[in-house]
């Protein structure tokens, strides 16, 4: 470890060379292969993504670890704080940019790809093919040369609606959590955390459940024309994020019952907040132009 001293206070911390960054890439390399090989028909792509999954969370876990360590030694300056925030913000912009596009994918093939293709002339193709939303249900036309098999569309009712009440109800447990650790109140902002965790967890066990009976029983799948396709590659991006998020919550609370985080010094829990309050926003566009639009 080393830093620029400024008196006998460090002016700002400069933490040693680091392997993390290359290990987490590694292993995030490993996921995407791993996703990328099983979606494909590929079944050793499955426990490729495992692999990259704990290889991932573990990096993750020394690098906190590190990060943690330097910070309770007060080696952590108002310029290093203000360095986190900013990082945080850039983050949580990517992120924004990163759903914007999965948003933007579903926009233009609704309002432009299917209605370009309904005005072309199709009799050859697809003599039957109508310009609607989503383009194969189950007993509607069925696709030529059968590419796509019959399906069902999700709507709002039960299950996405219970979800949006869990999300909801989890960012004002958290909010209630923050309050009372600026006001002092270790005590009460530890009961609340675990209720913002415990919601989380509820939430993604609620998804799974649903992802089963669109399986299952409405022949939902990813490869379900583009409807299929962009359900699931909005909800699932979104169930890994609010999963991540959850982690991030539960390491939060388990330092706040160690001590960690002052009234006026709790950066840490503030970015975890940020982040899941940024969670509930998405769900809530992804509760209006996937479940009820």
């Known amino acids: 470890m080393s830093a620029t001293s400024h008196g006998t206070t460090p002016y700002y911390y400069v933490p040693a060379e680091s392997r993390h960054p290359v290990m987490a890439a590694i292993g995030l390399g490993f996921v995407i292969a791993g996703a990328g090989n099983w979606v494909n028909g590929h079944t050793w792509g499955m426990y490729l993504l495992f692999v990259g999954i704990a290889w991932w969370l573990f990096v993750l876990y020394q690098w906190f670890g590190d990060a943690i360590r330097e910070s309770e030694q007060g080696l952590y300056s108002h310029r290093i704080d203000l360095s986190y925030r900013w990082s945080m913000s850039w983050f949580i912009f990517s992120e924004v940019m990163f759903f914007g596009a999965f948003f933007t994918a579903l926009w ?13 002339d199709n009799a050859i ?5 109508k310009a609607v939303w989503p383009s194969v249900e189950m007993g509607a036309t069925a696709s030529p040369a059968g590419i796509v098999e019959p399906f069902q569309t999700v709507g709002p009712f039960w ?7 869990l999300l909801l109800t989890s960012g004002v447990t958290l909010t209630i959590a923050h309050h009372a650790l600026q006001a002092d109140q270790r005590s009460k902002c530890i009961r609340f955390m675990w209720m913002t965790v415990v919601l989380g967890i509820i939430f993604l066990c609620v998804q799974g ?5 669109l399986y299952t029983e409405l022949n939902l799948k990813l490869n379900s024309g583009t409807y299929g396709s962009t359900f699931y590659m909005l909800t699932g991006f979104h169930g890994l994020h609010v999963f991540i998020g959850m982690l991030m919550l539960l390491v939060i609370t388990l330092r706040l019952q160690k001590g960690h985080f002052t009234a006026n010094k709790h950066f840490g829990f503030e970015g975890a907040a940020w982040y899941w309050h940024f969670v509930d926003v998405v769900w809530l566009g992804l509760y209006i132009l996937v479940y009820w639009m």
């Open 159 to 165: 299950l996405p609606t219970i979800n949006t009440a």
């Open 209 to 213: 459940y649903e992802y089963f009976h």
């Open 108 to 120: 233009w093939a609704r309002s432009h790809s299917l209605p370009a293709l309904g005005s072309l």
């Open 125 to 129: 193709l697809w003599p039957d093919f």
